[in-house]
């Protein structure tokens, strides 16, 4: 059985944050739970909608007697805020972060960290393409993974945090950092480059209407919408600190962009076919993994015979 | 007010034409549904369902006394069903078909079709990522829309299709052959290969295994699978029939994706960070449309405090 956390600072008050506040309540954990972000207009808002115990206009204020201190800003931001709050992180705290890159932050992060206190590196995989304090919900890490890079933090302290993020809703994997930030290349990180891509070139294509382009989106074009309306500054902060596994992922897509490119050209039917029946079975198994819905569209059509 | 037929053939009996069929059924059309589909497995299971009123075992009995025919077969069968049936249509009757490139479909269907039948090519913009007689159901239409291709159609029989389709729950709109074939390669048919080509590198890199594509899908991912679990037949005949058009927006998105792939390479976060905010304004218009909703995650995820 693993000891509670007694106080939680949250810093960044975003769509991560603010679920896991409402999480935490949702899971009656007895912690109080201080808050900060940058904006005056964030910290308004959420004091507004009652996110966390006691919202502070520093984040050294946060941060004092705080046994668990969350970095919850963008990739980018990690480095500074963990060097703001180093003098006033109690010994025995531990510090997690939840960005979706892990090297940069490690690296980032981890020299500032006065000995004594615990850095554990954390990526929960969940979210949605709204943003802000008001975005956060209880329910968001359920049956989501968070990723686990505990890199040569003791054991002890890891497994509090694995039980914590349990106790939000969510399945803990350990991972070392650059098996990581290649994963989440994959999964993550190459998807929504694509995704803002494609919305990039369809809002560049004078020829076919915004409004064509809008009215006629059901027909696929609408999916890569929804990933591409995703925090701009998170986004940009996860490339520019995950460049080598992003380049290196971007490179075999566009290699096997150019083969079927090759292959429609080239009147290749049998090689297409091929290929599109292969990827049918990735979907199979996400499904069995109970990791999306088989709904029809995502169950955004109501089916009625 | 136009006239209702008062026989339909379907030929094809896939997603999209017992999708036809049930909601003909909803609007409580009075005409008689035949149907064909070339295996005879698909024919079993339509009888079994109680898909059209009569299932025929020849694509030239179900045609007989049609006053319309519906071509819901992939685009690459078009002509040869359309070489099959033109000896058995009733003068005066109306083929359309459902293909989703029309180019191709018109010349490959026209030239058959004997005189004084009208052909009116057609485009529902709707469906799902499953297929076969057992996928259709009757509210798939309902706010999609329907392009329609009149060409050189009477005014009369193409008021009539459109009548048909909004019935069925569509909106209609006309079109030019080639805008459509562009418009429908930036909606639907690049998007579709991107996600196709995201699958299928990520099944093809070993080092990131097949479980933690599936178990971490949820970051992304997982919506291109979705995509790629389309048809192969129909979207294997949609590329070699729209070969221009997908190979034109295909370079666009390339030219694009280099231009992204230099920003990260050399680090200009302004220029993605731009980027990134360019897009999230198609998302609201796509919203404000009513042609997505603006659930979190399409809904997927239950939003509760």
Redesign the interface.
Known sequence: MTEPYKRVALIGLGLIASSMF?AM?RAGMAAEVTGYARSAATRDTARRIGLCDRVCDSVEEAVQGADLIVLAVPV?AMGAVAEAIAPHLAPGATVIDVGSVKRAVVEAVGPHLPEGVHFVPCHP??????SGPE?G????F?N??C?IVPGDAAEGAVGRVEAYWRALGANC?RMDVEHHD???A????????????????????R??S?Q???????????????????D??M???V??NN?DA??E??G???E??FA??RA??T?D?EQ??A????????????LE?G???DK??????????
């Open positions: 409402w309540r980018g995989m969940a979210g949605t393409e709204h975005s919900f209880a329910t968001l359920d989501r993974w990723l994997e290649l994963v989440c994959v999964v993550s990180h190459i998807p929504h480059l694509i995704a803002y891509t494609m919305v990039g070139v369809a809002d560049d294509l020829r076919v915004d064509e382009v809008i009215k006629f989106s059901a027909a696929g074009f609408r999916d890569f919408t929804r990933i591409a309306a995703s701009p500054t986004w940009r902060d490339f520019l460049k992003t380049l992922i971007l075999r897509f566009t096997e962009l079927l490119q429609i050209r009147g039917g297409l076919h290929y599109f029946t292969r990827t049918r079975a990735i979907r199979r198994g996400i993994a990791q999306d819905t029809p569209d995502f169950g955004r059509v109501k089916v009625d015979r």
